[in-house]
């Protein structure tokens, strides 16, 4: 059993990174370390989402929608 569980760990931990990556929430965590290695203060949430979409606004890629 212990097997089993452990692949389900290792699926579920592969679903998380993904979803995170995906989203844009990893991104966040590294402003957040990188604010904390350099010793400045970090964006609130909201204003690292705000340059973040404004960012995307600039520099279009392809994508569906």
Sequence with gaps: MTGVRDALLRGARGVRWYLREFTGEARWDDHLRECAAHGHEPLTR????????????????????
Excluded at 47 to 60: G, I, L
């Design 46 to 65: 909201r204003e690292f989402e705000r340059r973040r979409a404004d960012a995307a606004e600039r520099n279009p890629v392809s994508r569906c929608c």
